[in-house]
């Protein structure tokens, strides 16, 4: 069914991840989700299946708050044999990702607007390659970590959706969220480290530097790097590689 825009995200249900920002939708990124949305946005319940979205079957990645959708734009456009669905709650940064996509004329990328855990939630598990969580919102305030999307039962919600191999990437500027992260998924035995034990990666080549890394870098703030992959099968702790 053609949707006139992005839907409203629901009010009063738990905690989010994510905070509703007011920001100014300029003309264009307005127009862009009125006109381009029924072309390229998606429901959260069609995510059910999401080889009927694309009509294809290929390698899905999912990247989690896409901001402006500039690194959600690029990987779409260097890996046309690739399918990616980006999800986030800001109108201006929907519709500027909608007017990149539309530039392009790219047919693998779709946009969600919804909280990632509840797209997440109807995915077929292990229907993904990868998962990209590029810059959250680290909610530096102690009494809002618990607002933090990046938390033991989001890393479990990743590991059912991931398929064997997929990876799970992130990257913060901010230091102490970064190490939560490292202990939160270093923590659980069905995902591997592919840095090592304990370390932080380089930038992947994949990884655009969006406006995100280059404020935080303004600040003087280090860039840390996640690249985990999904183990074939869940081993007993007993057994878990060191």
Not at 46 to 55: H, K, L
Not at 85 to 98: E, F, K, R
Not at 212 to 218: D, L, V, Y
Request: charged share 25%; hydrophobic share 45%; net charge positive.
């Amino acid at each position: 069914m053609r949707r006139d825009g992005p839907p409203a995200i629901p009010r009063g249900r738990g905690i989010r991840s994510f905070v509703r920002r007011a920001g100014r939708t300029t003309r264009a990124q307005r127009r862009a989700l009125d006109v381009l949305w029924p072309a390229y946005g998606v429901d959260v319940a069609a995510a059910s299946n999401p080889g009927a979205i694309f009509n294809r079957g290929a390698p899905l990645m999912l990247e989690i708050g896409f901001g402006m959708g500039d690194a959600l734009v690029a990987m779409a456009a260097a890996h046309p044999e690739w399918n990616y669905i980006g999800v986030d709650v800001y109108p201006p940064g929907i519709g500027s990702a909608l007017l990149k996509i539309d530039a392009q004329s790219l047919d693998n990328v779709r946009l969600a607007r919804a909280d990632a855990v509840d797209l997440m939630a109807v995915l077929p598990n292990g229907s993904l390659s990868g998962v990209l969580v590029f810059f959250p919102d680290p909610w530096p305030k102690k009494r809002h970590h618990k607002r933090r999307l990046v938390q033991r039962a989001f890393v479990e919600l990743v590991y059912e959706k991931l398929q064997a191999g997929g990876r799970f990437e992130l990257a913060t500027d901010w230091e102490l969220y970064a190490v939560e992260m490292l202990c939160h998924i270093g923590a659980h035995v069905g995902f591997v480290n592919l840095a090592g034990e304990g370390k932080f990666a380089p930038r992947p080549a994949e990884r655009r530097v969006t406006k995100f890394q280059r404020r935080g870098e303004k600040l003087g703030h280090a860039i840390f790097d996640l690249v985990f992959e999904r183990r074939p099968s869940r081993p007993d702790r007993s057994s878990r590689e060191l």
